[in-house]
């Protein structure tokens, strides 16, 4: 695989985050006849699907061929009246979480987007990023498309309305066709649901079936076919459209290759623990990942803590291989957003202390193994192992239960540039000395293949090589002025 250098760095320091930032979830859900309850339903799929995104939330309700959507900015508890969803009938309706890892943080890039063709409304909801949206904007326009949003999935939706003379599933297979990069998309077009997962299935999307009203629901994520009460029945396969309407679920497929190459960092962050994903218990992964690490290197330590909430399987995982005792020695608040979006930098310090405390009676006088799911770009980390020094720890031993993150993501995740990545610019000694860790290890790569089965998995932040040539860099509009020139 060709490694990618983008066309254009992009200024980065607007996120201070320690973190790979959610990317967004999409739910969907379909019954032949209309009945009462669907928005409230979606309400909570969305609920289950919160932590992909908390930046805006929307619900687009079909209703006898009209849609009706209900968005803004905002947590999912914030944007929706349960009242007013409750008043609402339909028998489809697709909804979204969204955080931006391409186009500004607005409501006209909140989702679902609609627009009218002679198909009829089209409403669609999308998980990940398109790797060549910028060219496809740039030429649409030049055709004098008129764009609403600067999010990519507008780029989608215009695309399959100038297509609608080719009927609509070969307007959304062409399309697919035509754009590049990590999706899924649930969408309501002529009183019919319709999804699509990328070629290489890099952003999950998941089909269950409440069997006693013949509902069929479509997840990011499959905790959230557990809240609505549906049992699932498999993922979208990659390359796969379906297809649900009055006479049930039909399933074709717009490309021919079975290659895949599904986001390794679903499994180590970005999904629940009670999820599963292409057949693998998220929770499983992650305990394993953490026994992996135990068994790379022996550490003379007293205790084991992981840091909440995706550190915590992890650390369960290495307590169990290394006899090591696992205890809770650090307590997350339940209410606090993430740091990362306040205003200035003294604030996000205290927001750390804000979100995270340790438990003393725990860390005073102990040797600690800390267990965190991933290192990014350091900054957290360094206040975590403070903050356990402070608390008494007399050793702290830091522990990753994944590879070195080196290099960009270009397929729905916000890593814009590696100058934002601390492995890219520091070898282990150095990065152990830059957080404040007695000692510093990362799980390997080869574990980490063998605990995943092999092949099959999107290594890009870790190896710098991706399987999608030719992308085009990602623009943040909030930061970046004007669009790239492909003339």
Do not use: W
Not at 65 to 73: H, V
Not at 418 to 430: F, G, P, T, V, Y
């Amino acid at each position: 695989m060709k490694k990618i250098i983008p066309l254009k760095e992009i200024p980065t320091d607007y996120n201070t985050s320690d973190k790979m930032e959610e990317e967004c979830g999409v739910f969907a859900v379909y019954n032949k006849d209309n009945v009462e309850n669907i928005a409230n339903l979606a309400y909570c799929g969305l609920f289950a699907l919160q932590h992909r995104g908390q930046e805006s939330a929307g619900i687009t309700l079909l209703n006898d061929g009209y849609i009706e959507t209900i968005k803004g900015m905002g947590l999912v508890s914030e944007v929706f009246d349960q009242d007013q969803l409750s008043t609402k009938v339909g028998n489809a309706v697709i909804a979204h979480v969204r955080y931006s890892t391409t186009g500004s943080s607005t409501l006209a890039n909140a989702q679902p987007l609609s627009a009218r063709s002679i198909l009829g409304d089209i409403a669609l909801a999308h998980n990940g990023n398109l790797v060549n949206a910028n060219r496809l904007r740039h030429q649409m326009e030049l055709e004098g498309n008129v764009f609403q949003s600067s999010s990519d999935s507008e780029v989608i939706l215009n695309m399959i309305a100038r297509r609608s003379k080719m009927g609509i599933e070969e307007a959304v297979k062409d399309t697919c066709n035509v754009v590049s990069g990590g999706y899924a998309i649930v969408m309501l077009i002529a009183r019919k649901l319709v999804a699509v997962r990328d070629p290489l299935g890099i952003r999950p999307l998941c089909i269950g079936k409440i069997h006693e009203t013949g509902t069929y629901i479509l997840a990011s994520e499959s905790c959230a076919l557990d809240i609505a009460g549906a049992e699932l029945i498999r993922d979208v396969n990659p390359g796969e459209m379906i297809v649900i309407d009055e006479n049930g679920l039909h399933s074709s497929y717009y490309i021919q290759e079975k290659k895949r190459a599904s986001c390794s960092f679903e499994y180590i962050y970005f999904a629940r623990p009670d999820s599963i994903l292409d057949g693998q218990d998220v929770y499983h992964v992650r305990g394993t990942a953490g026994r992996y690490l135990a068994r790379q290197g022996k550490v003379d330590a007293d205790v084991v803590i992981g840091v909440p909430d995706s550190g915590i399987v992890a650390a369960i995982g290495y307590s169990e291989e290394s006899g090591i005792p696992y205890s809770m020695g650090l307590v997350r608040s339940k209410y606090m957003g993430r740091s990362f979006i306040l205003p200035t930098q003294q604030l996000r310090e205290q927001a750390v202390k804000l979100k995270l405390n340790p438990m003393r009676q725990v860390v005073s006088g102990k040797r600690i193994v800390l267990v965190d799911d991933s290192l990014v770009r350091g900054t957290t980390a360094k206040k975590l192992i403070k903050l356990m020094r402070d608390a008494g720890a007399t050793e702290v031993h830091f522990r990753l239960a994944s590879p070195m993150v080196k290099s960009e993501c270009f397929f729905g995740v916000d890593i814009s540039s590696k100058e934002e990545l601390i492995a890219s610019k520091m070898n282990i000694e150095q990065m152990c000395k830059e957080v404040g860790a007695d000692s510093l290890d990362f799980l390997s790569i080869e574990n980490q293949r063998e605990i995943l089965g092999g092949d099959g998995f999107c290594e890009g932040c870790f190896t710098g090589s991706y399987p999608i040539n030719d992308v085009e860099p990602i623009v943040h509009e909030d930061h970046v002025q004007g669009m790239l020139d492909f003339e």
